[in-house]
T-cell receptor, first 111, second 112 residues
Framework: QKEVEQNSGPLSVPEGAIASLNCTYS??????FFWYRQYSGKSPELIMS????GDKEDGRFTAQLNKASQYVSLLIRDSQPSDSATYLC???????????FGKGTKLTVNP | EAQVTQNPRYLITVTGKKLTVTCSQN?????MSWYRQDPGLGLRQIYY???????DKGDVPEGYKVSRKEKRNFPLILESPSPNQTSLYFC???????????FGPGTRLLVL
């Protein structure tokens, strides 16, 4: 059973701060990594994907990948109350077509 | 508009009464999946399909069936629902497991 682990949270940060969300995975063969955001009562939606070691930036969001450490993180700069949601890490499993999600980290940004 | 639709959105049923949740996508995606989401357990894949007539088990397939007779449709069947299948269910479609997953609006199921 391949695992995707996220810091359990909940995570609370003040408006304007940097929120840091972490994810580790057990499948060394995995090549792609995804962060989804899920607002309460809504469906998950993709916010970032990353495939190569290093950083990938998209607006206020930065995904960081370290395949040697099997670690992927999401940084949200200048956090806004509208960023309050549950963030899900997703990792397709190498050698199969399964997609495994972490349990999610609930983020609250306080005004 | 590109979308994944699910029906019904809410369903209350009784133990043992067969039910089907429909899922349809209009994006010509090859890959479709069903997930259940439970508090503290996150989003878990039930079944997935790589193409028509090709389906495979996810991490929690027990008590569920699926079929993929057409590319756009991927129904989830509970032959004999039990209370432990009370959950929020999502259908999703994508070009593949490494593509962006587009989720349906969810089906909230209560089995009494």
């Amino acid at each position: 059973q391949k695992e995707v682990e996220q810091n359990s949270g909940p995570l609370s940060v003040p408006e304007g701060a940097i929120a840091s969300l972490n994810c580790t995975y057990s499948d060394r063969v995995s090549q792609s990594f995804f962060w989804y955001r899920q607002y309460s009562g809504k469906s998950p939606e993709l916010i970032m994907s990353i495939y190569s070691n290093g950083d990938k930036e998209d607006g206020r969001f930065t995904a960081q990948l370290n395949k040697a450490s099997q670690y992927v993180s999401l940084l949200i700069r200048d956090s806004q109350p509208s960023d309050s949601a549950t963030y899900l890490c997703a990792v397709p499993q190498g050698g199969s077509e399964k997609l495994v999600f972490g349990k999610g980290t609930k983020l609250t940004v306080n005004p | 508009e590109a979308q994944v639709t699910q029906n019904p959105r809410y369903l209350i049923t009784v133990t043992g009464k067969k039910l089907t949740v429909t899922c349809s996508q209009n994006m010509n995606h090859e890959y479709m999946s069903w997930y259940r989401q439970d508090p503290g357990l996150g989003l878990r894949q039930i079944y997935y399909s790589m193409n028509v007539e090709v389906t495979d088990k996810g991490d929690v397939p027990e008590g569920y069936k699926v079929s993929r007779k057409e590319k756009r449709n991927f129904p989830l069947i509970l032959e004999s629902p039990s209370p432990n299948q009370t959950s929020l269910y999502f259908c999703a479609s994508a070009s593949g497991p490494e593509g962006t997953q587009y989720f349906g609006p969810g089906t909230r199921l209560l089995v009494l």
